[in-house]
């Protein structure tokens, strides 16, 4: 039971990664690396904050702005470096590396003894914290998510992802709003990396490999599971699916997998999910099924 409830929590920490995944890689069309980089120097900056007596909120929301200003970088480097969407991100991906040991001055740092945002409900049952924590922090940015992307500036920035040349030839400037996208999604990563740093008690220099692989997961999961679905309800799936995804690890580990092998499970399930569409017509499954409810019908 405490493992269900574990992986519930975990799932819903996790989701804020992949609800700020979207803004770039669904909406934006933008392939971002930088969050590999923005994930850890969230968590980087957090810690060191905390362990320096910063109130454990008001280090969250710094590491909020410093990986906003991460993903601006990436979003100048594009947009008036010229240089290549993905190289951009690798570039400040790399440099966030130098930039964690500067700010921890070590590998990694622990918060043995040190209030974080969890402490406050420290009475709670195990793994309880992490639900009430992480479902209150999904509403609220969920809420916010919508409500911009349902405002006048929201449309334009959906527009800049669908269609950028028509989006110029209304009047948008669609620099200002890929700049705008990058900066809101790695600054929601890094409050993610802040978060989930605080939940596991450290940071590491490393704790960014393999991230955009866990956040992409949650989205494509998410996406195969509910099929169909309007943007307000894609972004309630994309937690569902960062759910689904920790229980389908908690499978894995339970069938006798090392934890060390979990980068490569996660690999394989989201380059499977990915596939689904391919996997579907080659086995016919969607004529099995409609065959099958008319036969029963």
């Known amino acids: 039971m405490s493992m269900i409830v574990s992986s519930i929590g975990q799932g819903l920490l996790w989701g804020i990664l ?6 770039t890689f669904r909406i934006l069309n933008f392939p971002d690396m930088t969050v590999e980089g923005s994930f850890p120097l969230g968590a980087a900056s957090a810690v060191t904050l905390i362990t320096h007596g910063v109130d454990p909120l008001l280090a969250s929301l710094a590491a909020f702005v410093v990986g906003a200003l991460a993903g601006g970088i990436t979003g100048l480097l ?13 570039l400040v991906m790399t440099a966030c590396l130098s930039i964690n040991l500067r700010i921890m001055g070590s590998a990694n740092v622990s918060l043995l003894g040190k209030k974080t945002i969890f402490s406050p409900l420290a009475g709670l049952p195990k793994y309880f914290d992490a639900i009430f924590i992480g479902l209150t922090i999904i509403v609220v940015v969920t809420l916010v998510i919508i409500y911009f992307l349902q405002s006048e500036l929201g449309q334009a920035f959906i527009v800049t992802g669908d269609n950028p040349t028509m989006a110029q030839s209304i009047g948008i400037r669609t620099d200002r709003m890929t700049n705008m996208g990058l900066m809101v999604s790695n600054g929601l990563i890094a409050f993610g990396g802040a978060v989930i740093a605080q939940n596991n008690g450290y940071a590491d220099i490393n704790m960014g490999i393999g991230i955009i692989v866990i956040a992409l997961a949650s989205i494509i999961i998410g996406e195969v599971v509910f099929g169909e679905l309007t943007m307000n309800q894609r972004l309630l799936a ?3 699916g960062s ?36 996997l579907n017509s080659l086995l ?9 409810v008319t036969v029963h019908d």
């Open 18 to 23: 992949g609800i700020a995944l979207f803004l």
């Open 78 to 90: 594009y947009t008036k470096g010229k240089i290549p969407i993905l190289l951009a991100g690798i």
């Open 238 to 240: 994309i937690t569902l």
């Open 243 to 278: 759910i689904i995804y920790r229980f389908v690890l908690l499978i894995v580990l339970q069938l006798g997998f090392s934890t060390n092998d979990l980068n490569l499970i996660s690999a394989i399930l989201l380059a499977i999910c990915l596939m689904a569409p391919w």
């Open 284 to 292: 016919h499954l969607d004529k099995v099924i409609k065959k099958g």
